[in-house]
Each structure stands twice: as structure tokens, then as C-alpha cells.
T-cell receptor, first 113, second 109 residues
Framework: EPEVTQTPSHQVTQMGQEVILRCVPI?????FYWYRQILGQKVEFLVS????????KSEIFDDQFSVERPDGSNFTLKIRSTKLEDSAMYFC???????????FGPGTRLLVL | KNEVEQSPQNLTAQEGEFITINCSYS?????LHWLQQHPGGGIVSLFM?????KKHGRLIATINIQEKHSSLHITASHPRDSAVYIC???????????WGAGTKLIIKP
């Protein structure tokens, strides 16, 4: 069964460093999402992406964040200058259409020191 | 005020018991999702519904649009059902899911 994959599974970085989190959505899906979950808190929406552009973003998704679909398969989240409070689990998701089930990747656990 | 409220926050039950988890929301929605999060962190979609009732195996999800309320039921619960169950809503034509805080379910053998 097709699944969403994410790399790396864990990443440790120093404050101020740039990180790129990678996702490979399910191949025929058109809508892509990034969410994050700070330890012990609820999942929060970051951004959605459709037709090669951001379709919606939350207040969390400030200028330090960017997303890209550099080729036909990868979907990346870049954090330009990480802060301690960026430490969280980051989930990528994809769906075939807007009003359909979202399929989640296993997550990348980011720790900023 | 949270837009999505779940109850209870924590639930411990014996194997075989019938489980109900509730979700109330305050916004107009186009769909409501029930998801399961395992201890390792992975998230799996269980149901997406906008009206009525859906059933998959021992899981049943219902929604009452007028009352802005949904329930997730588990029949004949089993220790492998132990997980966090999360309700999330899609508001109108928005893309994002608005998430509840989750209900941590523990089923004891």
C-alpha cells in the first residue's frame, strides 16, 4: 500500500542552523501539508501546498519557514534559522483531493540545542 | 476557547469494554476526522465524516452537525486499541485541520 515517507526520522541541530525536512507524498496525491507537534501538546497546522504554491498557512509559519516541491516527488520544509522552540515532531501529510482523507508520514523528530 | 474539545482527556478501561470518546467543535465544518496516534508518534486516519455514521471493524464514528458533536466508539476493546485518539475538523473551504488535544486510551487486559 502506498505511504508517505519522511526523512530523516530524527534530527539534532544547533540553534541558528538551517534544517530541511523531507517528505515523499503518495504519488497521485495533489494536496500536501506540514504539521508539527511540540512534545505533550496538540498537533498544529503549519502550511498546505497545492498546484505548486502555498494554499494556506498558519501564524506559526513565519518568514523562517519555507516549503518547496523541487521535483515531482519530494516536498520539503525548510527552517532557516532554528530556535529552541522549533523542537517538535514534524508530520507531512498528503491527500488526493481537498475533501478527502489525509495520509500522514511517520514524522521527523527535530531537536534544537 | 478551543475550537475543538475532546472528552475525556484520559480513559482507562478493561479489555472487552465499550468505549466512547466525544468531540465538540465550535466552528462550521466541512468534515470531521478521527485519527489515532500511537505511542511512537505515528498518526493514522481512522474516519472522515461530514454526516451520519461510519463503521470500520470494531470502530464506529457518528456526527451530529446540528449539535456540533461527534463520537468515536470502540466495541469489544482490546489492549492493542491503546493509543491517543484525536478529533480534527476542517472548517469550511479551508485547507487546514484544526486539532483537538486528544484522548489517551489505555485498555488493560
Amino acid at each position: 500500500e502506498p505511504e508517505v515517507t519522511q526523512t530523516p526520522s530524527h534530527q539534532v541541530t544547533q540553534m541558528g542552523q538551517e534544517v530541511i525536512l523531507r517528505c515523499v507524498p503518495i504519488s497521485n496525491h495533489l494536496y500536501f501539508y506540514w504539521y508539527r507537534q511540540i512534545l505533550g501538546q496538540k498537533v498544529e497546522f503549519l502550511v498546505s501546498f497545492y498546484n505548486n504554491e502555498i494554499s494556506e498557512k498558519s501564524e506559526i509559519f513565519d518568514d523562517q519557514f519555507s516549503v518547496e516541491r523541487p521535483d515531482g516527488s519530494n516536498f520539503t520544509l525548510k527552517i532557516r534559522s532554528t530556535k529552541l522552540e522549533d523542537s517538535a515532531m514534524y508530520f507531512c501529510a498528503s491527500s488526493p483531493r481537498l475533501q478527502e482523507t489525509q495520509y500522514f508520514g511517520p514524522g521527523t523528530r527535530l531537536l534544537v540545542l | 476557547k478551543n475550537e475543538v474539545e475532546q472528552s475525556p482527556q484520559n480513559l482507562t478501561a478493561q479489555e472487552g469494554e465499550f468505549i466512547t470518546i466525544n468531540c465538540s467543535y465550535s466552528v462550521g465544518i466541512s468534515a470531521l476526522h478521527w485519527l489515532q496516534q500511537h505511542p511512537g508518534g505515528g498518526i493514522v486516519s481512522l474516519f472522515m465524516l461530514s454526516s451520519g455514521k461510519k463503521k470500520h471493524g470494531r470502530l464506529i464514528a457518528t456526527i451530529n452537525i446540528q449539535e456540533k458533536h461527534s463520537s468515536l466508539h470502540i466495541t469489544a476493546s482490546h489492549p492493542r486499541d491503546s493509543a491517543v485518539y484525536i478529533c480534527a475538523v476542517k472548517a469550511g473551504s479551508n485547507y487546514q485541520l484544526i486539532w483537538g488535544a486528544g484522548t489517551k486510551l489505555i485498555i488493560k487486559p
